[in-house]
């Protein structure tokens, strides 16, 4: 691997209940020099914790690996219980490009990932996503249907749940890794001045891909009642295919033929840069704009060459 | 000066016609390790040069010194012709805060890059805007008002045009430097899809500071007959005060009064991150945003610390 470019790692571990057991994980995490914690979540209910970190893509491949040992040498899955559906003490490994990495990129890590996970510490791999590397392992629901101990018992009998790395069987206490590559998940409400659910379910069908709306959007209709609003909840899977605003004005549009404002909209978790530029730029309606127009990007670029 | 922070450097100099000696003027600036050029241009009428430059404080001053030097060494004063007025060989030196750089760090900047330039120089300062110190002197055309042969003659009996720093006289081939600090300008423009230019001239009007509208908005109603459209051509002086959008909006909804639409909007150079953002925020009516929710600003901090 020969370039180094921005990378981030949201690996979920499947402790939710032990904090020293995912403070070990984030040292692990963090010993790798070059390599940023930007958040932690733990959930006691699905015994499951979300480490995001970014870095350069050797730092946190690196860091991908400490924090798997720590996992095998610290979670037992025989003895895991959570709501919450898991194969392996790291359960899933996506890596996400961030500024202007490409997504093969970030495949390519995850097949290192994948291979060393294997090597070095025994543990078998599925490829999921952009990585995968057999049609029907896209989806991470179905790589993971049956969970550690129905995947424990296929693998002793059916070929085609063997891993994709290692294997066949899975590791006798860590399970297996679901490793993958992903782009950046943009997670966006809009919140409706109004109590009408069913305009905020109607809006969310119209524009979610599994209705036939926009491509690489998720969408719900909630209630919000102690606010006296509704809310089109959305995952953005693909905020370069369909960007923020392009989502904000058709709910506009949409909620303004109920006669319906919107109230405001909020962003859960992070956002890449040029998500906000796109919006800005789009918005505004500058027709020339280029991220080189922004003075600290311009700095930013000669500076580092 | 304890702290060292970005900050945008916008020399002009009173030479528009000899490559050569724009070429030493720009070298002298770069010869500071950590100074960026942004941009260069130069006019042959106005017989004038303007080298855009950015850096930590300490690299900017430090350039602004020896591209004096060098303009003091290369430019005179009695020989230059042009249609723009002058007092200088560099004629004005405005340092503007980048990023979270506070105003007041930009006139430190500015009051200690015009004391060296007397000490080191031999050339007289006066200090306009942000960095005057009386309050006629906050005007730039007020300072330059008969430029090098008229302000050269009044310091012979006018003690109310002597410089601020050193003088009384000014230096006899370089003038003076008018050395200032300011806050970002953001040139704007905004298009109309008609071809009425009282419609323009009239939102113009109604947005600019001077009529009564908007805080730190300059703006003029121009024809555009080759394209068919007319333009709102606007200067932000605060874009934190008048943020982009909100003219943006302002320009909308006037226009749609006069059954009118905006074409486009348009960035003449550069813009700073901020303004950016403010707009992205302001128009998806963000209404939690903070910069850290930028997932490549939150990496820059943490790695920066």
Not at 143 to 155: D, K, L, M, S, Y
Not at 213 to 230: C, D, H, I, N, T
Not at 285 to 295: A, N, S, Y
Request: with cysteine; glycine share 8%; net charge negative.
């Amino acid at each position: 691997m020969t370039r180094n470019l921005l990378v981030e790692c949201v690996p979920n571990f499947s402790e939710g209940r032990s904090p020293e057991v995912v403070d070990a994980i984030e040292a692990a995490i963090r010993s790798v020099h070059g390599t940023v914690v930007l958040h932690r979540t733990s959930d006691a209910d699905h015994n499951r914790s979300v480490i995001t970190y970014a870095g350069l893509g050797n730092s946190v491949v690196e860091s991908a690996l400490r924090a798997a040992r720590i996992a095998s040498e610290r979670i037992n899955l025989n003895d895991h219980r959570g709501v919450h559906p898991r194969l392996g003490a790291l359960d899933v490994l996506p890596f996400v490009p961030l500024s202007d990495t490409p997504l093969d990129y970030c495949i390519e890590l995850a097949h290192e990932a994948g291979r060393r996970i294997w090597e070095e510490l025994g543990i078998p791999v599925y490829l999921y996503e952009a990585a995968a590397r057999k049609p029907e392992r896209v989806s991470l629901e179905h790589v993971r249907r049956g969970e550690f101990e129905g995947i424990n018992e296929a693998t002793r009998s059916d070929p085609s749940r063997y891993p994709d790395i290692g294997g066949p069987h899975l590791h006798p206490t860590a399970g297996a890794v679901i490793v993958g590559a992903r782009k950046f998940l943009i997670a966006y409400n809009i919140n409706l001045r109004t109590e009408d659910v069913s305009i905020a379910k109607a809006i969310a069908r119209s524009i979610r891909t599994s209705s036939g709306g926009f491509p690489a959007v998720k969408a719900l209709g909630l209630s919000l009642p102690s606010r006296g609003l509704v809310q089109v909840s959305m995952n953005l899977t693909d905020f370069e295919q369909t960007p923020v605003h392009i989502v904000f004005l058709e709910v506009m549009r949409l909620a303004a033929q109920s006669g319906v404002e919107i109230e405001e909209s909020e962003l859960i978790g992070l956002m890449p840069r040029k998500a906000l530029e796109m919006a800005a730029a789009g918005l505004l309606k500058l027709h020339d704009f280029h991220p080189d127009r922004v003075i600290e990007t311009r700095i930013e670029s000669v500076l580092i060459g």
